[in-house]
């Protein structure tokens, strides 16, 4: 096992590139911030085209996650980590055991500061092999419980899109409105379900023909190719695939008034997100609209009930819409908006008087 320290320069508190060539195993643990609670984030099994790719995208994934739970109202920190998704040895199939383990190990050397969970290109099985080398792990499937966090991560985002309508439209009535969903897995088709049976038409696609021919046969979506579905004329468009698809080159190609959904970093550099106001596009900020998932690992990790945690992601509805509140009370974009408000409640957090000890 090596763990080569990328710490310094970065803003965050811990920043590691693990290697276990026995495994076949390269990782990035990124710590940004424990001023909450411990740091909380999923782990990413993903291709990327060189280290120093995988360790920028951890590096904004983790601050997001501190952003994400203090805006949950959750007692967290933020953190992320990243696997480098390479061929197999031989170009046979991956060992995911071997893979998962592995980075059990990597997360249990941190002592209890870091506990991951699934996220893009994980599931239960695999956090069950983490769960062999560290107990700092949620989402295993038991037998009161299913691990997977995307109905709670769906259920959020509707109710963060309902509180981006009743913004723009005066009413959270889903009813008739045309919402281009990009991405039909996990989170992504059963977000069509929610949308569909509150009314809304849909238009979907995603790079995999089989899960967008599942979404159209449960909800009679109509498809679109993956290069046409920012183009795609609706009133809200739902990224729920990769992030940075908000881009300069993308921006002035929407045809649609309000965006919401559940991907990771939407924004490709935080001057797309002024963009969009620019052009009139109200823009939910997507740490707020997808907490649900964390929220629900909320369960296992805090020990709360399935009602405590059900309610706190219908809660993300009054968060989306004090975002888009204060973003007009300040003339900023929701972005900025709700980076503030992070900001500043992580700044009373640090500012607060230990326990027991007056003011």
């Known amino acids: 096992m090596e763990m080569i320290d990328l710490t310094s320069g970065t803003g965050h508190e811990r920043v590691l590139l693990c290697r276990d060539p026995e495994a076949g195993y390269r990782g990035v643990i990124a710590i940004h911030s424990t001023v909450a609670g411990l740091a909380a984030g999923g782990t990413r099994f993903w291709s990327y085209a060189s280290e120093e790719e995988a360790v920028q995208d951890a590096l904004r994934l983790s601050r997001g996650m501190t952003y994400k739970n203090i805006m949950a109202g959750l007692p967290l920190g933020g ?25 059990g190990r990597f997360i249990e050397s941190l002592g209890g500061r870091y506990v991951t969970g699934e996220d893009v290109g994980t599931s239960p099985a695999d956090m069950a092999f983490i769960r062999q080398e560290t107990r700092h792990v949620v989402g295993l499937v038991t037998a009161e419980r299913s691990g997977d966090p995307s109905p709670w991560t769906a259920r959020g985002v509707v109710r963060a899109i309902q509180a981006a309508a009743v913004h723009r439209w005066g009413s959270d ?13 996990n989170v992504g088709s059963l977000l069509a379900r929610e949308l569909r049976e509150a009314g809304a038409e849909l238009v979907v696609a995603d790079v995999d023909p089989e899960k967008v021919r599942k979404v159209v046969e449960a909800t009679g979506a109509r498809a679109v190719g993956p290069e046409e579905i920012l183009e795609a004329e609706a009133d809200l468009l739902a990224p729920c695939a990769l992030g940075g698809i908000l881009n300069a080159q993308t921006i002035g190609d929407l045809r649609v ?41 909320c369960r296992e990790l805090l020990g709360w009930s399935d009602e405590e945690a059900s309610g706190r992601v219908e809660r993300i509805y009054d ?7 204060r973003a007009d009370q300040l003339r900023i974009s929701p972005h900025l908006a709700a980076d503030w408000m992070a900001k500043e409640r992580l700044k009373a957090l640090r500012t607060a008087p230990a326990p027991g000890r007056s003011s």
Not at 173 to 185: E, M, P
Not at 268 to 281: C, Q, S
């Open 257 to 297: 008034e309000v965006v919401a959904g559940a991907a990771n970093n939407q924004l490709l550099e935080p001057e797309d997100g002024d963009l969009l106001r620019e052009l009139g596009i109200l823009y939910a900020p997507d740490y707020v609209a997808n907490a649900g998932g964390v929220i629900s690992g």
């Open 319 to 325: 968060t989306t819409l004090a975002v888009l509140r």
């Open 79 to 103: 953190g992320k980590s990243v696997i480098l998704r390479d061929p197999g040895r031989n170009g046979g199939p991956v060992d995911r055991e071997k893979l998962f383990r592995a980075h």
């Open 173 to 185: 009535d889903l009813s008739g409105r045309r919402i281009a969903i990009q991405g039909c897995g």
